[in-house]
């Protein structure tokens, strides 16, 4: 009884690993993951340059217009450089891996494009959240700036209008950048498939 037990058992492992290894299995295409590599080591190169030069507006207003800014005006563009540098600093660093990553290997490829993948996800969420908080402190800065003018200079049209422009600006932002993240995510779940053998 043991030995027909024993021969039942040999039977249902050959046949679960028959079953097993007959499954399909997805091999990870290297020439797609070196092109989409080099793809995004452009793309993050670009896009790390206009990181770096998004400053510059900030740092002329900071400097050009800094005596006409009245004092509360100040204290908010000086509070909102506080956190924007940091927050720029963190995007940098999530877009070094594709911006200068140069591994040739091809696993290594692999490794660096999930996570910049994963890395584009994040910063696609950062994006999206500082398009909401970017309406607020624009209304907010406005306000202060237009308040503090004399009666007679004050000229709410255009305060209106480019806040108005800026809530615009602003949805098409959020509404690209959570999308960005969607597609960041769901490849880097199907990259994770690939690798994985599915």
């Not at 793809?39 to 207003?61: A, E, N």
């Not at 607020?136 to 503090?148: K, R």
Request: glycine share 4%.
């Amino acid at each position: 009884m043991n030995d027909n037990n024993k021969s039942a058992d040999n039977s249902r492992d050959n046949d679960l690993s028959a079953l097993w290894q007959a499954q399909p299995v997805s091999n990870v295409d290297v020439d797609e993951v070196k092109k989409t590599f080099k793809s995004q080591t452009r793309k993050q190169r670009l896009y790390f340059l206009i990181d770096c030069l998004s400053l510059v507006p900030g740092v002329w207003i900071f400097i050009h217009y800094w005596d006409e800014l009245p004092v509360t005006a100040r204290v908010l563009y000086f509070g909102l450089m506080l956190f924007v540098i940091p927050l720029l600093g963190y995007q940098l660093w999530l877009r070094r891996v594709a911006a200068f990553g140069s591994n040739a290997q091809t696993n290594n490829h692999l490794q660096q494009l999930k996570k910049q993948f994963k890395n584009n996800a994040r910063i696609a969420f950062i994006n999206k959240h500082s398009a909401w908080i970017a309406v607020p402190i624009v209304i907010a800065f406005n306000t202060i700036f237009t308040l503090a003018k004399a009666a007679e200079e004050r000229e709410y049209g255009l305060v209106l209008m480019v806040t108005a422009i800026t809530a615009g600006i602003m949805a098409v932002w959020y509404v690209w950048a959570h999308r960005r993240q969607k597609q960041f995510e769901k490849k880097l779940t199907a990259l994770n498939d690939m690798s994985d053998g599915g």
